[in-house]
């Protein structure tokens, strides 16, 4: 899988190329990256999008990627966005489970930190389809709406002007989306598989954004665990695009990403 910027309709949007392992891509134009630079919004590939590329190494047993249920009664705004993130992102694992009950324990902690976070009720109106999709196992509907929950959720923030917060809801996600690829890849190691985790593109992009986050949010104790741990993860996900990880560097790149989500869902002192 490849991933690339690019500017649409007024927002970043990064389009998934999903091709053979050698296929070359072309690099962004002086054009697309000034765009790219200027965008207020951030929007990328939902972690579902992300996470389903693994269904292409073979039949999985999605339970198993399932963590132990995070608290919810954060008292740091920075840290809840990145929880929030990572909470979609676990609701994505739990549709590709077919596990009913988790679709609905995930909807209610989404909606408790989306309710903390101050975001609008047609957010808390989609955590209720989603119990009721579960409650009759329509997957494809779950998808959907979990889906534009997400984009509800940085809608709302975007029109609150808390753009800073959809940047950590975004690396919050992409961050637990990682974990659960790396840790699955890690233990199941192939060239092929490795390569899916090549992203530069995004990686450099998120670093870019959390670079420029406030002062007063970059020194959010969770903030400066993500923002340590994505400069490490970017020398390990930048690699060549016709090289693969080795098995050492995946696991490596695993336990930086398992950390990372660790640590930021620890209430703070």
Not at 32 to 41: F, K, L, N, T, W
Not at 51 to 75: C, E, H, Q, V
Not at 174 to 189: F, K, N, P, T
Request: glycine share 8%; with cysteine.
């Amino acid at each position: 899988m490849i991933w690339k910027l690019r500017p649409l309709a007024g927002r970043l949007a990064f389009v998934c190329l999903c091709a053979s392992a050698a296929a070359a891509v072309a690099p962004l134009t002086p054009e697309e990256m000034s765009a790219a630079a200027r965008i207020d919004g951030l929007s990328i590939p939902m972690p579902g999008e992300f996470m389903a590329s693994l269904n292409k190494l073979g039949k999985l047993d999605w339970t198993k990627k399932f963590r132990i249920p995070i608290g919810t009664s954060y008292t740091s705004r920075p840290q809840m966005a990145l929880n929030l993130g990572g909470l979609i992102a676990d609701g994505y694992i739990a549709i590709e489970a077919e596990d009913s009950q988790q679709v609905k324990n995930i909807g209610r902690d989404v909606l408790t930190l989306s309710t903390a976070l101050g975001v609008s009720k047609d957010v808390q109106a989609r955590g209720g389809s989603i119990i009721g999709f579960a409650e009759h196992s329509q997957w494809d509907q779950l998808k959907e709406e979990l889906e534009a929950t997400q984009n509800e959720v940085k809608q709302s923030m975007t029109e609150a002007k808390d753009q800073d917060l959809v940047t950590l809801v975004t690396v919050g996600g992409w961050l637990r989306g990682m974990e659960v690829i790396s840790g699955h890849i890690a233990a199941h190691y192939t060239e092929t598989g490795g390569k899916l985790l090549r992203q530069p593109g995004i990686i450099n992009f998120l670093n870019q954004r959390l670079e420029q986050l406030p002062d007063k949010i970059k020194d959010d104790a969770s903030v400066k665990t993500v923002k340590k741990k994505m400069t490490d993860l970017e020398k390990l996900i930048a690699f060549p695009l016709d090289k693969a990880p080795t098995a050492d560097e995946v696991k490596e790149l695993n336990k930086l990403t398992a950390d990372a989500v660790k640590e930021i869902s620890k209430k703070q002192k």
